[in-house]
């Protein structure tokens, strides 16, 4: 098949786009506002940007407290959403008042980052320390708007669990991410493999 993504006449039941752009790491954005209500969220569209610095994004359908909070605060984490958080990555997930605390909402432990003024998840075995940088709105080539708005952070520290790290390696299979595919499905990183790039021997 081949369909007109502009008018997006795919014939489909659902939208396949999100289905094809897969698997997408999930960033779990932990944040605070200014009056100190801790948050907590998953964002699939999420990804790393830059290497040097390292530079990351999410972007957010809508003025979410997360974005909102990003932006009073200027700080942000990013937890990692391994496998055995999964049912606790979903439950944060929920559409709820500002003033609700999704750690306590997800039965997670919230502790302090160590760089930024934010909380992170103490269960996560990886947690970026970012500082905001920029926020980006999109619009098409014809000039309508999206209702996306994108976040962009500098991290400035990360943790990681020093049991996922073996001869001076991360070990992404103790690590076992999870990421996000179409419809409700997920997949969780259990097999690598490995390629040498032509000229790097
Ligand atoms: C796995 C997963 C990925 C998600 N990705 C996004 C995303 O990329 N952008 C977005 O706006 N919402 C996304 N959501 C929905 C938000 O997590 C949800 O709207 C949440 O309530 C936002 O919380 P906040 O208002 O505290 O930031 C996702 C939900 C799940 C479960």
């Known amino acids: 098949m081949f369909y007109n993504s502009q008018s997006n006449d795919h014939g489909l039941p659902h939208d396949p786009f ?3 752009v897969a698997p997408r790491p999930i960033g779990w954005i932990s944040s605070k506002s200014k009056e100190g209500a801790s948050n907590l969220a998953p964002y699939s569209f999420f ?3 830059s290497a040097q610095p390292n530079l990351l994004m999410f972007s957010s359908q809508g003025r ?5 909070n990003i ?3 200027g700080v942000f984490a990013c937890n990692l959403a ?5 049912n606790a990555m979903n439950a944060s997930a929920a559409m709820v008042e500002r003033d609700v605390n999704e750690f306590t909402l997800a039965g997670l432990t919230e502790k302090p980052c160590q ?3 934010a909380p992170c998840v103490a269960e996560s075995p990886v947690v970026m320390e970012c500082r905001f940088l920029d926020v980006i709105k999109f619009s098409s080539y014809e000039g309508i708007s999206s209702d996306y708005e994108m976040v962009l952070g500098e991290v400035l520290g990360i943790y990681i669990d020093d049991d996922v790290i073996e001869n001076g390696l991360v070990d ?3 690590l076992r991410p999870i990421a996000r ?3 409700k499905d997920y997949s969780v990183v259990d097999e690598v493999f490995s390629l040498v790039r032509p000229g790097d021997g």
Request: no cysteine; charged share 30%; aromatic share 8%.
């Open 71 to 73: 932006e009073e605060t």
């Open 115 to 117: 760089l930024i003024d």
């Open 18 to 20: 999100k289905t094809l």
């Open 47 to 49: 990804n790393a940007v």
């Open 64 to 68: 979410k407290d997360s974005l909102l």
């Open 172 to 174: 992404i299979t103790k």
């Open 82 to 86: 391994s496998y055995d958080l999964r």
């Open 181 to 183: 595919l179409g419809y």
